[in-house]
């Protein structure tokens, strides 16, 4: 009858052969069904004639207060650090056994009490159900994930222009040409005769000329001298934005063995669970 080993005495027992990139789903955030958080996985047993993982230690901290439980592996959906139980319930969880960390469990005996918890009277009839051999089967998918960067453009106020106006005082000169009349006598020598007399009342007679002349009269009129329009204009430049990314790369064992740092093949098979009790002392 094979035996279910903790994933992490296989880890304490071979680490030389093993080494520290052995998948490993510990610590990873588990989710029910609707994607309800339960809790985290807390380990995985595996089976010791086969080396495969079996079932997944789950602490189901997010439905009860503390509870662990052996749920089958091939339940599991994993994406990058989350692992999803598509159709784990509530109800089908308290049903089953809390985990006991120090009894040696046997893969047939797991086996028979799954049977029994996920048909529980307990589970609603529409969330019973039959587990099948290949729920045992470690999720063969793993889903790669990579980070895209994705740049979005905002509007910011870069700058603000503002046009005013005001006024400059200057003197200006102007040359204007003005005209003045000034008098000027001229006297012409005659001799005639006439018949006027000296002391007659017209003897005093008076001539009298205007003078004229030019002032300059200054007045100021208001023109346009310019017009002055603002508008906006678009110009574009490349930025380059300098981000890191990570991406998950596959690890693959393409003959199921285990190779050390020397290069050295170990088949799994050599791991047993006597090498597991001999290393935690049973």
């Known amino acids: 009858m094979s035996q279910l080993v903790r994933l992490q005495d296989i880890q304490a027992t071979h680490r030389d052969l093993i080494g520290d990139d052995y998948y490993d789903p510990t610590g990873k955030t ?15 047993l595996v089976e010791d004639t086969t ?3 079996r079932y997944l230690i789950v602490d189901a901290g997010g439905w009860f207060s503390s509870k662990e439980v052996l749920v ?5 959906r994993i994406v990058g650090d989350d692992v999803f139980f598509d159709s784990l319930t509530k109800a089908q ?3 089953m056994e809390a985990y006991d960390h120090d009894y040696q469990y046997s893969y047939k005996e797991q086996y028979e009490n799954d049977r029994k918890a996920f048909v529980a009277d307990t589970v609603p009839v529409a969330e019973r159900m039959e587990i099948q051999d290949h729920a045992y ?3 063969n998918t793993l889903e790669l994930l990579e980070e895209r960067l994705t740049v979005n453009k ?20 102007v040359d204007v ?6 008098a000027h006598i001229e006297r ?3 001799d005639r005769p006439t018949d006027r007399r000296i002391g007659d009342v017209n003897g005093n007679e008076t001539i009298e000329v205007e003078l004229q002349a030019e002032r300059a009269r200054v007045s100021k009129e208001t023109y346009v001298a310019e017009e002055v329009s603002v508008g906006k204009t678009t110009e574009s430049h490349v930025e380059t934005i300098v981000e890191t990314i990570q991406r998950e790369e596959l690890d693959i064992d393409r003959d199921g063995n285990v190779v050390d740092r020397d290069g050295n093949l170990f088949d799994r098979d050599n791991i047993t669970a006597e090498d597991v009790r001999r290393a935690r002392g049973m």
Request: charged content about 30%.
């Open 137 to 139: 089967n470690a999720p």
């Open 188 to 190: 012409t020598n005659v």
């Open 93 to 95: 969880v308290e049903a």
């Open 72 to 76: 089958p592996a091939g339940l599991a």
């Open 177 to 182: 040409n003005l005209e003045e009349e000034h």
């Open 30 to 44: 588990a989710y029910g069904v609707d994607e309800d958080k339960i809790g985290k996985i807390e380990g995985a």
């Open 154 to 173: 905002d509007r910011i106020v870069a700058g603000l222009v503002k046009v005013g106006k005001h006024v400059v005082t200057e003197e200006r000169n």
């Open 51 to 53: 080396g495969r993982i």
